[in-house]
């Protein structure tokens, strides 16, 4: 089983999840593989069989963006278009939406 995991109650598993390891019923039968995505039906599954909780793949955050790194592949991306050419507002406000999304900056109000 990797490091990267917590054991997640019945009640708080939703579809989508991801199980680290091998899931065994009460008598150790397998009842779900490794790696096996959690649907509404597997987990209504594991209610019936009596498993209480579930070893499940811990999502580790992405890392920062680099804000120098994401400029120039900004730059790259958008490199034929003047940055301050108010001519093509629309592929602006693309390179700003852009921009804001990959450096996770919190939208204008």
Do not use: C
Not at 3 to 31: I, R, S, T
Not at 40 to 57: D, K, Y
Request: no cysteine; charged share 25%; net charge negative.
């Amino acid at each position: 089983m990797s490091d990267h995991y917590e054991l997640v109650p019945l009640a708080h598993l939703f579809p989508g999840m991801v199980l680290a390891d091998v899931l065994l019923d009460q008598h150790g039968q397998v009842l779900l593989a490794e790696g096996a995505v959690l649907s509404e039906a597997t987990i209504l599954s594991m209610a019936r069989h009596g498993i209480g909780a579930a070893p499940i793949v811990r999502v580790m955050p992405a890392p920062a963006a680099d804000p120098a790194a994401v400029q120039a592949r900004l730059d790259h991306l958008f490199r034929r278009n003047d940055r301050d050419d108010h001519d093509v507002w629309a592929t602006g406000l693309l390179r700003r939406y852009v921009e804001d999304y990959r450096l996770k900056k919190e939208p204008a109000a």
